[in-house]
Structures are given as structure tokens and as C-alpha cells.
């Protein structure tokens, strides 16, 4: 009976990995909803250039640098290196956190340029910008807090867990949403 | 060294499913906390979405009896009404606010809380594990969240009932401008931004749930459970759940620009426009953006609804008539291509915003394609019937309601699918009547069916009969004579939306037509209070089922106890050796899907 399931196991992926693959295809087509109709309000009249300032390829690298930690913190687990493990995790978490803080100044340096992502005299290319981005942010502070989840778990001494398929879950949907901003990130410079 | 770590790991892992599972052979001490409310059984979780839903239903059809009683009667005051809702109805008669949060939210309610949660709701977490073979859902977590912010979108929308200014009240399709300015209107106030966060966590409660289900049917099928052996409402709620995962979150996205709009000020759908002699300072949004979003769920939306109640017909009808489905690949093939077709037809509900006609033609033809799925479904289902040994129980007599109205729905829909038809039909009675055929009330019937039959299985006991059998016959000759005379209606121009026609010319001749349609809803209505009467006494008084197989049925459900535990199956899952459609065979009247196939068994 036990090598039954361990092998049913072997066979078939995790059902939670599974869950969180139809959970991205669900989120894609958010984002490939709003990226349509930015593209369709585009094609109409009184639309205003994007120009994407400089601190968001700054956020762009950092988030791309996360996710190169979070493979290397999976890596370490899987290796038994516990301590390599939990730096690489909290590297990856702070990381998602300056990519956040960065998108957060680079929207403030809008207003210092005085052009308007929302209320009065506002365009509606940036405020897509701030939507769109935004609700990427949203999904970038949901992966930090599930992070920090699993990192205090690590530290916890009560219970010792050697199982990497929730931090394996958790980096398949780190790389999801860098892969997702880089999208964006392209999008916005190439469509503008 | 690192494989074998890996190894080890996923060792460890495996003996903890394991013995999770074998946990749920014995009834454990529960609490009435986690057996009623915090509960991650699926059993648990469908009756709570189905006794929500009730709850809900009777609310909207109570609002459309409110409203029928404005149209059949506009020149007369029912002062009672004035009592209960006050400035809403002075004088006894509904005020035009009034009237239209009526509409709105008799639809928002009936297509969002009562046949997307309480028809897949229900049975998608009744029928998945019971059926493929499994002891409960995936993640039995995310399920009870799946309901809990159902409930919590559910708070909301009603709470909206209750404020000043009234629920929303542009239509449940909330096109904006109208919906994103509340200067514009009373429903657009307060109640819009509860419409919104209302859907919001509804939407979250879907997603959840159809993350759930997808993942359980194509992970955690018993052995021998090929997805070809499953049951059709299995297939049919499989594609519901794809529909609704890959639809809801562009509801989302256009919803979230909206919430931009109403309260940031952004311009994504308002354009330049005067209110009330004020000039806002919105500049270039475009309306039509929105409904482009809105349809791209709304279309597939109306699947959402449909294909539960398909499936569960199918299962029902193959049942009764002690037959096998007829075309059982076929049923599978067609609800697949109207999974599809449903995302490449949304502009159909738009010909009249000044689309491109050029474009308008594709969707005409991608619209008329459904017909051939749908002919196929509906031909299977007769040639299932023919020469059937038909038993007519009362989930039978619904199936079969359901494929009368299916046909007689599906048929008003080729009219409406031509987009220059559509220019005289549009707005009409004419829509009124098609959608609230071949969606509504077909999709009611499906779900009616659903409850009859595994009624046994929730309950342990039978709903009563004679009962039912009035239930049925009311409501299928009731809501032809409601919906049948609003074609004619709809073809002579009478417009939806509008409180009173009587200073109307051209439309008063149809007061007495009102007048009836009114007085056949409020009886069908009141039908309907006597199933909801039916349901709940036989919660506590109905027959006792005493056999674990009361329909003779193949599928796996059957196999469990008559009141199953947590985790189903009190010792190993049954292994599957047959589809589920074995009836009538080699001289049999049913072989169960557990049962090996014989050495000298035909083939089917």
C-alpha cells in the first residue's frame, strides 16, 4: 500500500504544484485582460506617450536578481545546507521588498515630473501604468508574504520540516511573477 | 547523495498522505464549530452552498415578483408596500429607483449567487470526490475559503439592500458611465462600490473553488478512473470550472479600472460628459473598453451556468431511462467546443455599439456555430430517451423539462445571433425571453434535477413526491406562459428596463399580456416556496432511504454508505473497471462501475 502511493507520487505532480499552475494560467488572464484593453484604448485619440523613467529598470534587475536567490536558496535545501537555505530565503524576500519600494518612488517621481497618473487631467496611459503595475505589486507582496511565512518557519525549532515542495511551490510562483513583470516591463517600453 | 536526499524527503511526505488518509476511516470527536461552520468536508461545504443559494434565490424571485407586480398593475397602489419599504414605494407603487435596483439585483443575485455558487457550488463539491473516487477535494482549505468568501460577498450584497441610498442600480451588467459616476444616480452611490467589493470576493470565492475543482478532477481520480470512464457531469463540471478560472479574473480587471474611475478619477471608460449642467473633467475614456471586458466573463459566464445543469441531465436522464448515454463522446466532444466557442463570441451581446459590421460577422458566424454543439447534445439526449425504460422520477421529469426548454431557448438564440436582426431585437422582451429560457429557468431545471436525485445522498433521505410532482408541472407550464408571451412582445419593439407602458401608444395594447405574465409568475413563485418547504421538512421528516443504491445507478457515489463519513469510503477506495454508462447490458439492468468486466462480456 505505501509503495503504491509513494509511487503514485512519483508519477504524478504534487496536487498543490498542480493547483498553483491553473492559478497562474487564471492570473495571465487578468493581465493578458487589462494588457488587451491597453492596447485598445491605445489605438484611440488623446493618448499620451509612456516614458518610463530610469528607477524601473533599477526594479527590474532586482527582481530579476531575486529570483536567481530563490533558486539558489531551493538548491541549498535540497542539499541539506540549512543555513545557505534560510540566507538565500530572507536575500530573496528583501529583494522583493526593494523591488516594491523602488515601483513605489518611481510612481512618487511621477508627480515630481507633474504628470498626473489619476484624478484631474490624468491620462489614461499612465494610470494604466499605475493600475497595471499596481496590481503586479499586489501579486509581488503576496509571494513576499508567503516568504517570510516559510522563512520563520525555517527558524522555528519546534518543528523541523525537511519537505521542499512548499518552498518549491512558492519559487515556481516567485519566477511566475519576475517572468510576469519582465512581460509588463517590455510591454510598456515597446507598446508605450 | 542530493537525489537520495530528495528522495527521502518525498518519502516522508508520502507517508504523511498516506496516513492523513487513513485517519478519516474513523468518525473523529467533532465539534459543532468544525462540523457546521469551519468545516473541510465536501459534503458539508455543497449544503452550505446549496442552502445559501436557496436562501438567495428566494430573495431575487421575491424581487421579481416585486417588480412583475409594477408591470402587470401599473395604475393600481398597493399601499402594503408602502409599509415595508416606505420612500421606495410611496403611495403604494414602486418608485423608478426602486424598480430598477429591483432588476438589477434580481439579476446580479439570481446569475451570481444562485446558479454560478449555489448550482456549481453544490455540486461540484458534492459530486467530484464522491464520484471519481476520491476522499475529499484537493485542498479541503481551500475549499471551506471557497465558500466562507462566498459568504463574505454574499454579506455584502446584502448588507447593499440596506442602505440609504439603495443597491445598485444600473442594470447587472453595471455599464458605466452610468455606474461609475454617483452623481448620476442613486444606485450608482454607496451601493455601486458595495456591488463591486461584493463581486470582488465573489470572484476570489470562484477562482478558489474552480482552482479546486480542476485540480481534483485531473489529480485524484481512483484507480482505473480514466478521465474517458468518468461521468459526464464530471466532464461538464470540469469545463465549467476551466470557464470560469480563465474568465472571472478579465471581470476582475475590468472592475478594478472601474473602482479607478469611480474613486481616483481616472478617465480608462468616462469620456467628456455633462452631469446635472457639470462639466467633469474626465477627458477621452471609452465605455465600450468596458464592455468588451465585461462580456469577455459575461459570455462564458452564461456557460458557466449551463453546463453543471447539462451534465447533471445527462447522468439523470441516462439513469432513468435505464440506458447507456447516447454518444458518450460525442456529450464530451460538445461541451469542449462549447468551452471554446464561448470565449470567441462576446461581441455578440455588442452589435449595436457601433461595432465594425465587418467584425460583427465573424461573430454572427462564430455565434450560429454553437447550434452544432448544441444540436449534437440535444439529439443525444432524445436518442437516449428513445426506446428508453423511462422511469418518470422527478429529477427525470426535470431532466427532461430542462431539454424541452433547452430547445425552445437555444432556438430564440439563432434569431438573436444575427447582428442585424439584433437591431431591431436588442433591448427587447424578446432578449428577456430567450436568456431567461435557455439560461435561467433550463439551468433552475438542471439544478432541480440535481436536487431530486442526490437529495438520497445528502440527506439520507427521499424528498417528497407528491410534492415535487406539483413543483414540476407548475413551474415548467409557468414559465412557458411567462416567457412564451414576451416574444411576441420582444418582436413588436416592447423595450426591457421600462416601469410602465401604459401612457405608451404603441405598447398599451399589451396591458392584459402583462397583467397575465404577472399573475402566472407569482403562482410559479409560490411553487416555488413549496419545494423550499419540501426541501427542508424532509431534511428532518422525509423517507427514510434504506438501500445504498436507491436509483440502481452505476457511478461511484452509490458505493458509499448510505450516510457517508469524512473520507467517503469507510475502508479502501473502490477500484473502477467500466465507464458509468453500463445499463441494459448483456441482459443486466445495471453493472456497476466497480464491477471487473467478465470474460464473456460484449463490448459496448
Redesign the interface.
Known amino acids: 500500500?505505501?509503495i503504491d502511493?509513494?509511487s503514485d507520487?512519483?508519477r504524478?505532480?504534487h496536487?498543490?504544484k498542480?493547483?498553483l499552475w491553473?492559478?497562474i494560467?487564471?492570473?495571465l488572464?487578468?493581465?493578458?485582460?487589462?494588457t488587451s484593453?491597453f492596447i485598445?484604448?491605445r489605438s484611440?485619440?488623446?493618448?499620451i506617450m509612456l516614458n518610463i523613467p530610469l528607477i524601473f529598470w533599477y526594479s527590474t534587475v532586482a527582481i530579476l536578481t531575486s529570483s536567481v536567490a530563490v533558486q539558489l536558496s531551493l538548491k541549498a535545501l535540497?542539499?541539506?545546507n540549512m543555513v545557505g537555505y534560510r540566507r538565500w530565503l530572507v536575500i530573496t524576500a528583501v529583494l522583493g521588498i526593494v523591488f516594491l519600494v523602488l515601483q513605489i518612488i518611481g510612481f512618487i517621481q511621477f508627480g515630481d515630473q507633474e504628470i498626473k497618473l489619476?484624478?484631474?487631467?490624468?491620462?489614461?496611459s499612465y494610470?494604466?501604468l499605475l493600475?497595471i503595475s499596481g496590481?503586479h505589486g499586489l501579486h509581488v507582496l503576496g509571494g513576499v508574504i508567503t516568504l517570510i511565512v516559510i522563512a520563520i518557519r525555517a527558524v522555528s525549532i519546534s518543528k523541523r520540516n525537511?519537505?521542499?515542495?512548499p518552498l518549491e511551490i512558492a519559487a515556481t510562483y516567485w519566477h511566475f511573477v519576475d517572468a510576469l513583470w519582465i512581460y509588463l516591463f517590455i510591454f510598456f517600453n515597446w507598446m508605450k | 547523495?542530493?537525489s537520495e536526499?530528495?528522495l527521502?524527503?518525498?518519502?516522508?511526505?508520502?507517508?504523511h498522505?498516506?496516513e492523513d488518509h487513513a485517519d478519516h476511516g474513523h468518525h473523529h470527536e467533532e465539534s459543532f464549530l468544525t462540523k457546521y461552520i469551519f468545516c473541510q468536508d465536501h459534503k458539508m461545504i455543497a449544503k452550505q452552498f446549496l442552502i445559501t443559494g436557496i436562501i438567495w434565490a428566494i430573495i431575487g424571485g421575491l424581487f421579481s415578483v416585486l417588480f412583475r407586480l409594477q408591470l402587470g398593475y401599473p395604475d393600481m397602489s398597493f399601499p402594503v408596500l408602502e409599509d415595508v419599504f416606505g420612500r421606495w414605494a410611496k403611495g403604494g407603487r414602486i418608485s423608478n429607483e426602486f424598480y430598477y435596483a429591483l432588476v438589477t439585483m434580481h439579476g446580479t443575485i439570481l446569475v451570481f449567487f444562485v446558479l454560478t455558487a449555489g448550482l456549481s457550488g453544490t455540486f461540484a463539491n458534492l459530486l467530484i470526490p464522491l464520484q471519481i473516487g476520491a476522499r475529499d477535494m484537493?485542498?479541503g482549505f481551500?475549499n471551506m475559503l471557497s465558500y466562507w468568501f462566498f459568504f463574505l460577498a454574499s454579506v455584502v450584497m446584502f448588507a447593499s439592500l440596506f442602505i440609504q441610498t439603495g443597491p445598485a442600480a444600473g442594470g447587472w451588467t453595471i455599464y458605466p458611465p452610468l455606474s461609475a459616476l454617483g452623481q448620476a444616480s442613486e444606485g450608482s452611490k454607496l451601493g455601486m462600490d458595495f456591488w463591486l467589493i461584493s463581486m470582488a470576493l465573489f470572484i476570489v470565492s470562484s477562482?478558489l473553488g474552480?482552482?479546486?475543482y480542476?485540480?481534483?478532477i485531473?489529480?485524484?481520480r481512483t484507480k482505473g478512473m480514466s478521465m474517458t470512464r468518468m461521468p459526464l457531469t464530471m466532464w461538464a463540471i470540469f469545463f465549467t470550472a476551466v470557464l470560469g478560472?480563465?474568465?472571472?479574473?478579465?471581470l476582475?480587471?475590468?472592475a478594478?479600472?472601474l473602482l479607478?474611475d469611480r474613486n481616483?478619477?481616472?478617465?480608462?471608460y468616462l469620456s467628456e460628459i455633462v452631469v446635472k449642467g457639470e462639466i467633469l473633467?474626465?477627458?477621452?475614456?471609452?465605455a465600450i473598453?468596458f464592455q468588451?471586458?465585461f462580456w469577455?466573463l459575461g459570455h462564458p459566464e452564461v456557460y458557466i451556468i449551463l453546463l453543471p445543469a447539462m451534465g447533471m441531465v445527462s447522468e439523470i436522464m441516462s439513469v432513468n431511462s435505464r440506458k447507456p448515454i447516447f454518444g458518450y463522446l460525442a456529450m464530451v466532444g460538445s461541451l469542449f467546443a462549447i468551452t471554446i466557442l464561448a470565449f470567441l463570441v462576446w461581441a455578440h451581446h455588442m452589435f449595436v455599439t457601433g461595432l465594425n459590421p465587418f467584425l460583427g460577422a465573424f461573430f454572427v458566424l462564430l455565434t450560429l456555430l454553437i447550434a452544432v454543439p448544441s444540436a449534437i447534445k440535444v439529439f443525444n439526449w432524445l436518442t437516449t430517451l428513445w426506446r428508453g425504460n423511462i422511469r418518470l422520477t422527478p429529477a427525470m421529469l426535470f431532466a427532461i423539462g430542462f431539454v424541452s426548454l433547452f430547445i425552445s431557448g437555444g432556438l430564440t438564440g439563432i434569431f438573436l445571433g444575427n447582428s442585424t436582426l439584433d437591431i431591431h431585437l436588442h433591448d427587447t422582451y424578446f432578449v428577456v425571453a430567450h436568456f431567461h429560457i435557455v439560461m435561467g429557468v433550463a439551468s433552475f431545471f438542471g439544478m432541480f434535477a440535481g436536487v431530486y436525485h442526490w437529495f438520497p445522498k445528502m440527506y439520507s433521505r427521499y424528498l417528497n413526491n407528491t410534492m415535487a410532482y406539483i413543483h414540476f408541472w407548475v413551474t415548467l407550464v409557468g414559465a412557458y406562459l411567462i416567457f412564451w408571451p414576451m416574444h411576441y412582445q420582444g418582436l413588436a419593439g416592447l423595450p426591457r428596463r421600462y416601469t410602465d407602458f401604459s401612457n405608451w401608444q404603441s405598447f398599451n395594447q399589451f396591458a392584459g399580456m402583462n397583467r397575465f405574465i404577472s399573475t402566472v409568475a407569482m403562482i410559479v413563485f409560490a411553487v416555488q416556496l413549496l419545494f423550499v418547504f419540501n426541501f427542508f421538512y424532509s431534511i428532518f421528516k422525509g423517507r427514510k432511504v434504506q438501500s445504498q443504491n436507491p436509483w440502481g445507478a452505476n457511478t461511484l457515489e452509490w458505493t458509499t454508505p448510505i450516510t457517508p463519513g469524512h473520507g467517503n469510503w469507510p475502508g479502501e477506495i473502490p477500484e473502477v473497471h467500466r465507464w458509468a454508462y453500463d445499463y441494459g447490458k448483456d441482459g443486466r439492468e445495471f453493472i456497476a462501475q466497480v464491477e471487473p468486466v467478465g470474460a464473456d462480456e460484449s463490448k459496448h
Do not use: D
Open positions: 500500500m505505501m502511493v509513494l507520487q512519483k504524478k505532480i496536487p498543490h498542480f493547483t491553473v492559478a494560467g487564471s492570473i488572464m487578468m493581465f493578458a485582460g487589462l484593453a485598445v484604448k484611440q485619440a488623446n493618448w535540497k542539499q541539506r489619476i484624478g484631474a487631467g490624468s491620462n489614461a494610470s494604466f493600475a496590481l525537511y519537505s521542499s515542495v | 547523495m542530493s536526499t530528495i527521502h524527503g518525498q518519502t516522508t511526505e508520502a507517508i498522505v498516506h484537493a485542498s481551500l477562482l474552480g482552482l479546486n480542476i485540480s481534483t485531473l489529480n485524484l478560472v480563465l474568465s472571472f479574473p478579465v476582475l480587471s475590468g478594478v479600472l479607478f481616483l478619477g481616472t478617465s480608462f473633467p474626465n477627458e477621452g475614456g471609452s473598453l468588451h471586458l469577455f
